[in-house]
T-cell receptor
């Protein structure tokens, strides 16, 4: 079945470091891809999305490019801040109903 | 910015009891979802709901579960006879339109603890 695999966390970085969180997917068709973020004590918030191959989603300095050839959607940010500390979820959506299939989440901690 | 609200934030219930989790989706949204996350595991889809009917459900969503939109604003998830393994964070989500491209907006979740 369709699935999403994310790199295991936790990831600990110093402020202003470069961030990459790997995400790969398996899908029978052409999914839409999403990154959601969960700050402590809060719900899931959409960070960015891409709906077709080679699309780049971006928001708040984060970017991810939909790579069909490698079935990947890696999340990157050039310079992380302490306020980026959160759990990041990669997800895909297929079909007409749009229900999301999530990865396990990657916890990011950014130290000053 | 409008948001999805869920109540209660934490529910503690004895095994075998019925529990109702409540959600108020964003007012102009038409598609509603429930997900759950068992501690340390993935967020899993339970059910989607549109036009007062279930659109799709996962194999997790068995006869113990039901959903309802009792009025124009609330969307509820009922677990009829809770089990220990129902302990999880339950998230409600809504979207304005249907389809794989549409972003879903999530509530902060209800933490359900079964004793």
């Amino acid at each position: 079945g369709d699935s999403v695999t994310q790199m295991e966390g936790p990831v600990t970085l110093s402020e202003e470091a470069f961030l990459t969180i790997n995400c790969t997917y398996t899908a029978t068709g052409y999914p839409s891809l999403f990154w959601y973020v969960q700050y402590p004590g809060e719900g899931l918030q959409l960070l960015l999305k891409a709906t077709k191959a080679d699309d780049k989603g971006s928001n708040k300095g984060f970017e991810a490019t939909y790579r069909k050839e490698t079935t990947s959607f890696h999340l990157e940010k050039g310079s992380v801040q302490v306020s980026d500390s959160a759990v990041y979820f990669c997800a895909l959506s297929m079909g007409s109903q749009g229900n999301l299939i999530f990865g396990k989440g990657t916890k990011l901690s950014v130290k000053p | 910015e409008p948001e999805v609200t869920q109540t209660p934030s934490h529910q503690v219930t004895q095994m075998g009891q019925e529990v109702i989790l409540r959600c108020v989706p964003i007012s102009n949204h038409l598609y509603f979802y429930w997900y759950r996350q068992i501690l340390g595991q993935k967020v899993e889809f339970l059910v989607s709901f549109y036009n007062n009917e279930i659109s799709e459900k996962s194999e997790i969503f068995d006869d113990q579960f039901s959903v309802e939109r009792p009025d124009g604003s609330n969307f509820t998830l009922k677990i009829r006879s809770t089990k220990l393994e129902d302990s999880a964070m339950y998230f409600c989500a809504s979207s304005r339109e249907e389809g794989r491209n549409q972003p879903q907006h999530f509530g902060d979740g209800t933490r359900l603890s079964i004793l």
